[in-house]
């Protein structure tokens, strides 16, 4: 019976499980005959000599479950065999553990068996010692670790594939040897199973392992909905039996009535797909109505479109879940007709039709276009391998473009359909292109080339003009206008654009086409502002006071600083503002207190020609100034300590002013006479007294930056006033801060506390 057939698939599957408790010579000759099954020649010699090498380096050596370690090479290269790899993969897959757990080396294995099975061995040696931690509630700098070691995979598996198939079998068998672990162990690596390893071995089309790994992940991941659902379907087994079966007798009567050859059988859905559907439909096992599924194997394509016209001749279809896959193939390279239809009983039910080639391109994935293994056609073998690897070849394309591990995470998230949906359109040509789901005409033309993204001036779908933010649908055939006179693309495209990829180009072009333009126009910036200013710039442009704007902003060279200032990401007003502070520090002015006292004097606030001292309240001693309220400015927000000078107000006594304020450095001298000496008196019972302070902080931008500067404060019981804070294209976060303290000491203290902080790279006190 059909439902039969899928049971003994089922059981094959816990078979392979039961393997481990085999004698190891039992394990080697099941081995033997898998290979033999497939590999046209006799000589086994090679995996022969693996077995007897790796079960001398393991034999000192036991598993958990108490068996001798050579049982898990053996049930890996099992595993392989099932696959149809060459020998050479098979041997790598028997001795994948001598050079990590023995005393053997590389050279040793290269010496007996080969080059090749030396860098197929430590290929995996290597993706053994990366650590792929995952979790929901990850860090960014955890999240940046697992992009760096999904980097890792990516290279190893560029240099070799092979290497991640033999990894995927190491990972399926201890999958199934599980029980064994911690209850945490299980867990984790379950979660690193689920998250890593079945997107690969989805992206690679290896359904006969990816489907295994999805059950045993949920089993232990979440094991009551796991035996819940084991339970639930056995408790109908009978019924579903004999349901399946009226459905394949039905469709093989009529299948054979119109002379198609073919073998037709029956299945449930596999834990994980269902447990899926539940969850993403917030539905019980009896509201999943696509729970069986029928599939029909023909010979030839045209078969596969014949049988679709029979079976829809039968049974009544589904509007909208009929899907092409042979004519629009995933990009996995997955290939069969899907279609859902109604029952004679109101029942829906699933049926895939695919020809024998697709079928075990679906359930082998990669390696059912294997080009280490003979074939009738070579040519064609390595084309169809060549098609898979479009994908990998891109990843690494983008990865060299790319320098931020985060940024490459969110790539693999967005646009290589690991972890989310894509969208299928077509060029003019009618080739078939994916996106993410989301994507714009705008990503559809920097994903064809950059030259197109930044010449494109318009795009039409299905031969109609539309918007840039035009939202693609699958099936949408895409056609870019561009133009010679473009003048490149806008900023703005940046809020339209899906794929990060697109983000990427667009902004490298602001960045390498545009700096001589932004140059020129930053020079001109910075000489405008400094004209309205009355500043002299050739005094500012110094190569001391250049290097410190460099080193705060985060720039390699001054024509970079230029640039940024052309195209809007530093103000003009900022890089000025830092040099005249650095230029007035190196050009102080010294007033004599006769001078100053004359001016005073004629300015009417002399009280007395002798100057006297006088103390107030605030803890400030003025020489020559009486019955005049003293107050701190708030542009520098001076402290205890710290050196300071009055400034003589109108109609508001003296403000008091750090000798470093820019608005006292940059006072007229016809407003320099305003200035007075003052200091700050012995301290006594103002010893308590607290001052306002006013500190900038610059740091690259991180998630809990806030938080790390908030801690400081709190731990110091200083209490904070206000903070702001912003964040410019370049990632650089200034924090301004104001907050309460007793004096210049304990300023110190906290402002060294805060350099202390991850991520800040200067901090400077407000100055005007």
């Not at 094959?12 to 046209?40: C, N, T, W």
């Not at 005073?600 to 006297?612: D, H, K, L, M, T």
Request: proline content about 3%.
């Amino acid at each position: 019976m059909a439902e039969e057939k899928n049971e003994v698939v089922f059981d094959d599957g816990k078979m392979e499980e039961a393997l481990e408790f085999k004698d190891p010579e039992d394990l080697y000759q099941e081995l033997i005959s898998r290979v033999r099954k497939y590999h046209p020649s006799t000589d086994i010699s090679m995996i022969e000599k693996a077995y007897k090498t790796a079960r001398e380096a393991h034999k000192d050596q036991k598993r958990k479950s108490g068996e001798p370690y050579i049982i898990h090479p053996l049930n890996v290269a099992i595993i392989l065999a099932d696959l149809e790899l060459d020998k050479e993969t098979i041997v790598a897959g028997i001795l994948h553990d001598v050079v990590e757990d023995t005393i053997m080396t590389e050279e040793d294995l290269k010496r007996e068996f080969g080059e090749d099975v030396a860098l197929l061995v430590d290929g995996v040696t290597k993706l053994e010692r990366i650590p792929l931690s995952t979790g929901v509630n990850q860090s960014d700098e955890k999240l940046e670790m697992q992009a760096e070691n999904l980097r890792k995979m990516f290279l190893a598996m560029a240099k070799d594939i092979r290497v991640i198939m033999i990894k995927l079998a190491d990972r399926l068998h201890n999958m199934r040897t599980l029980k064994y672990k911690s209850t945490e162990s299980q867990q984790r690596i379950a979660r690193e199973t689920l998250e890593i390893y079945c997107p690969i071995a989805q992206r690679l089309g290896i359904s006969k392992i990816k489907t295994e790994l999805d059950d045993l992940s949920l089993k232990y991941l979440e094991p009551e909905v796991y035996y819940d659902l084991v339970n639930q379907i056995a408790m109908r087994k009978s019924a579903r039996e004999q349901y399946i079966q009226s459905i394949v007798d039905e469709v093989s009567v009529h299948i054979s009535g119109a002379g198609i050859k073919a073998k037709i059988d029956g299945r449930v859905k596999h834990f994980f797909s269902i447990y899926k559907k539940m969850k993403n439909q917030n539905k019980t096992l009896d509201q999943i109505y696509d729970l069986f599924a029928v599939r029909i194997i023909v010979d030839s394509v045209r078969d596969c479109y014949a049988a679709l016209g029979v079976i829809h001749a039968m049974y009544t279809p589904i509007p909208g879940r009929f899907k092409d896959y042979i004519a629009m193939p995933k990009a996995n390279m997955y290939q069969s007709l899907h279609t859902t239809l109604i029952g004679s009983n109101g029942q829906p039910f699933e049926i895939q039709i695919r020809t024998f080639e697709m079928h075990k391109a679906a359930e082998y994935g990669i390696a059912a276009h294997w080009k280490y293994k003979e074939a009738s056609d070579g040519k064609k073998a390595e084309t169809q391998e060549e098609e898979k690897l479009v994908w990998l070849r891109q990843i690494l394309e983008w990865q060299q473009d790319m320098s931020d591990n985060r940024e490459f995470m969110k790539l693999l998230k967005d646009d290589l359909d690991l972890f989310s949906d894509n969208v299928y359109c077509f060029t003019p040509t009618g080739e078939v292109k994916n996106l993410p789901a989301g994507s714009t005409p705008i990503d559809f033309a920097y994903y064809i080339h950059s030259a197109v993204g930044n010449k494109m001036v318009g795009a039409r779908v299905n031969g109609k003009l539309v918007t840039i933010d035009y939202e693609i649908k699958n099936g949408d055939r895409i056609e870019i206008i561009t133009s010679q006179n473009s003048k490149g693309p806008s900023r703005d495209w940046l809020n339209v654009v899906k794929s990060t990829q697109a983000k990427n180009k667009i902004n490298q072009w602001f960045k390498a086409e545009l700096k001589e333009d932004n140059i020129v126009r930053g020079k001109e910036l910075l000489s405008a502002y400094c004209k309205t200013k009355t500043i002299v710039l050739s005094d500012l442009l110094k190569q001391e006071y250049m290097e410190s704007v460099m080193r705060r902003y985060g720039f390699r060279d001054w024509d970079s600083v230029l640039a940024a200032i052309g195209h809007g990401a530093l103000k003009e007003g900022q890089i000025v503002t830092r040099m005249q502070e650095l230029y007035d520090r190196d050009h102080r002015k010294a007033l004599t207190n006769e001078a100053v006292l004359q001016s005073i004097a004629e300015a009417g606030a002399i009280a007395a020609s002798r100057p006297v001292q006088i103390k107030t309240k605030s803890g400030i001693v003025v020489k020559g100034i009486a019955d005049l309220s003293v107050r701190f400015s708030k542009c520098c927000s001076p402290v205890p300590g710290d050196e300071i000078v009055g400034f003589v107000t109108r109609g508001r006594g003296i403000s008091i002013h750090r000798t470093d304020c820019v608005n006292v450095m940059n006072l007229p001298e016809i407003e320099r006479v305003r200035v007075i000496d003052a200091e700050w008196q012995t301290p006594t019972d103002s010893a308590e007294e607290k001052y306002v302070a006013e500190v900038k902080i610059f740091a690259n931008d991180r998630s809990g930056l806030l938080v790390d500067v908030s801690r400081v404060m709190t731990e110091r019981n200083i209490n904070i006033l206000s903070m702001n804070t912003r964040v410019n294209k370049q990632g650089l976060a200034t924090l301004q801060t104001t907050f309460e303290i007793r004096g210049r000491e304990e300023l110190n203290r906290i402002i060294e506390k805060l350099r202390a902080i991850e991520s800040v790279i200067d901090i400077e006190r407000t100055t005007g």
